[in-house]
Structure formats: C-alpha cells, structure tokens
Nanobody, 118 residues
Framework: QVQLVESGGGLVQAGGSLRLSCAAS????????MGWFRQAPGKERRFVAA???????YYTDSVEGRFTISRDNAKNMVYLQMNNLQPEDTTIYYC????????????WGQGTQVTVSS
C-alpha cells in the first residue's frame, strides 16, 4: 500500500555532499517510521538511518555526525542529507517504510546510486 521512490544520488568527490530524497505514497505517511539502507552489489543490505513518526532519529555509527535524516509529512517526503562523503559510502541507497509498531520495514524503494570518488 506504500510506494517509495528515491532520487538525488549521483557522483561526488570525497568531502562533498548529497541530499537523497524519498517520495512516499499514501495519506498515512506520517504514522510510518522511515529508514535509509544501503547495499553494494554482492553485499548485505545495511541500516544507515531512521526517523520515527515522533521524529526520533537513529544512525549507524559510520554515518553519525555526517548524515542527517529528516521528514516532511506535508509533502510525504523523507530526506537523507549526506555530508563529508567518503569513498566507503559508495553504494546503492534505499528508502524504506515501517508501519506503526511493526518490527520490520515492509516497503522499499528502487534505490539510488551514490558514488564517491577519491
């Protein structure tokens, strides 16, 4: 019942910034926790950041202090501001949605590529 579309990926040099966007469908967007994950080809999908319906944020240690997740419920959008990007951040980034009280993310976007050159 939720469709997610990521955008904003691209090529950036180390130390640069990108802002990823995730557009979500549905009128109940504000009740969902939203997350960003990343997965390189042949690698495991890993958690990056999340924001709850109450605007509580979580980050994996490797991006803490560099990335900021935010949401705009009026626009059904979630963002990932990525600063001081490093080559190790290169991968495909996915937006995900989790229903209230759900233990899993049930909806996923198609992914957007982020490439950081040194």
């Amino acid at each position: 019942q939720v469709q997610l579309v990521e955008s904003g990926g691209g090529l950036v040099q180390a130390g640069g910034s990108l802002r990823l966007s995730c557009a979500a469908s549905g009128r109940t967007f504000s009740s969902y926790a939203m997350g960003w994950f990343r997965q390189a080809p042949g690698k495991e999908r890993r958690f990056v950041a999340a924001i709850t319906a109450s605007n509580i944020t979580y980050y994996t240690d490797s991006v803490e202090g560099r990335f900021t997740i935010s949401r705009d419920n009026a626009k059904n959008m979630v963002y990932l501001q990525m600063n001081n990007l490093q080559p190790e951040d290169t991968t495909i980034y996915y937006c995900a949605a989790r229903a209230p009280k759900s233990s899993t993310y049930d909806y996923w976007g198609q992914g957007t590529q982020v490439t950081v050159s040194s």
